[in-house]
């Protein structure tokens, strides 16, 4: 009965590959955000959906590409992973039907480590 | 650019006593402000919710003020409990458009026995 789950809780691998993480929320709700964690505890908005729909957009690079299949699941894909990209990322989920300024559910978190 | 500003320094504090954490804001004027909990290895939890016309904000043991004028909000832990330690986040809105959240970098609370 986890609310915001996310795959896979941990993630190593080299310079270069491309990775992805999946999330998914049974909450019903119809925004979900990836944020990115860095090692000095930052938290940092990188992109949210909402109803399927990219709006916010922070400035990431491009080899960074949601994609939200359906209001419930929202994929992180990477490409060409540096080292700078290891990180804790989260995914969240709020119900923005009910409220614009609603609290947001976060998953476990993924780390992800470049090697 | 709008920054967000929480004591960097761990505050360690008696079992029973109030713990008092700090949040700054600067270069905008946020309609609301969260604040979360977040232990080690786990994501953020919600744990209380302020807009700018209330001042103060209470749930059971947790309170919360907002001072719009000072640009300011404190997050108050009263009877303070071991199990209350943690890093907890503030988060005033960023953009009312779309409600996204600007995280400072939290404060790491440790209640001693």
């Known amino acids: 009965d986890t609310a915001v789950s996310q795959t896979p809780k941990y993630l190593v691998t080299q310079m270069g590959n491309d990775k992805s993480i999946k999330c998914e929320q049974n909450l019903g709700h119809d925004t979900m955000y990836w944020y990115k964690q860095d090692s000095k505890k930052f938290l940092k908005i990188m992109f949210s959906?909402?109803?399927?729909?990219?709006?916010i957009n922070e400035t990431v690079p491009n080899r960074f590409s949601p994609k939200s299949p359906d209001k419930a699941h929202l994929n992180l894909h990477i490409n060409s992973l540096e080292l700078g990209d290891s990180a804790v990322y989260f995914c969240?989920?709020?119900?923005?039907?009910?409220?614009?300024?609603?609290?947001?559910?976060f998953g476990p978190g993924t780390r992800l480590t470049v090697l | 650019s709008q920054k967000i500003e929480q004591n960097s320094e761990a505050l360690n504090i008696q079992e029973g006593k109030t713990a008092t954490l700090t949040c700054n804001y600067t270069?905008?004027?946020?309609?609301?402000l969260q604040w979360y909990r977040q232990d080690p290895g786990r994501g953020p939890v919600f744990l209380l919710l302020?807009?700018?016309?209330?001042k103060e904000k209470r749930k059971e043991r947790l309170k919360v003020t907002f001072d719009t004028t000072l640009k300011q909000s404190l997050f108050h832990i009263t009877a303070s409990q071991p199990a209350d330690s943690a890093t907890y986040l503030c988060?005033?809105?960023?953009?009312?458009?779309?409600?996204?959240?600007?995280f400072g970098q939290g404060t790491t609370l440790q209640v001693k026995p």
């Open positions: 969240a989920s709020s119900d923005r039907t009910s409220g614009l300024y609603n609290e947001q559910f």
């Open positions: 302020i807009r700018e016309n209330e």
């Open positions: 270069n905008y004027s946020p309609a609301y």
């Open positions: 959906y909402n109803n399927k729909e990219l709006i």
């Open positions: 988060a005033p809105v960023g953009s009312s458009n779309t409600g996204k959240l600007i």
